[in-house]
């Protein structure tokens, strides 16, 4: 993990302060923004390798810069906060952020959950690791991360697509909503399954009807799967 840079962007100095010095001392170099507005232009500018994003911030806030960032990169986002609401939540996740703590954290957790988003940026990135799906009127592809139906490319969030691509990877086979949090997101969502029931009921909402061959489907008391019909 050497070299990695990560933009680190809160109102709060001593916040900031204190994990600059635990990142630099793990290998990373840092960058710290204390607002909203300039987070956006700097990791333009930077192109950080990984975004550690707190909700509340001066001009645009957390969220805002979240969405501004997913118009053009898919660089990994950890969201900090003081707020723990379940809202708070699935709103971060729905706008494409990788994972999420909350005010007070330990640094160590920090350094762990950084460290596991970027193995799993890396894995997930490369030709060599290029992959693609196809069933009727569908494409789904991770290496550049779209989605097509019926020839046409649909705007999707990387977590629903990574979402739907898993699911399709392994048809007719049911993962409950815990097995999707672990293996999609990469970490153990403190319980809080209702993030998976919110991407699925999006991913249906683009591909109801499509065809008759396959379906999004729910299998109750356990989770979903991605059913095909010889």
Known sequence: MANEKIMIVDDDVNICELLRLYLEKEGYVTKIVN????????FKAETPDLVLLDIMLPGLDGWQVCREIRKFSDKPIIMLTAKGETFDKVLGLELGADDYVTKPFDTKEIVARIKAVLRRSAGSAGPANS?????????INLENYEMKVNGVQVDTPPKELELIFHLASNPNRVFSRDQLLDEVWGFDYYGDSRTVDVHVKRLREKLEGVSDKWELKTVWGVGY??????
Not at 35 to 41: E, H, Y
Not at 131 to 139: A, G, I, P, Q, R
Not at 225 to 230: G, I, Q
């Open 225 to 230: 799967k991605f059913e095909t019909k010889d």
């Open 35 to 42: 607002d909203g507005m300039s987070a956006v232009d700097t």
């Open 131 to 139: 992959k693609e799906v196809n069933f009727d009127k569908l494409s």
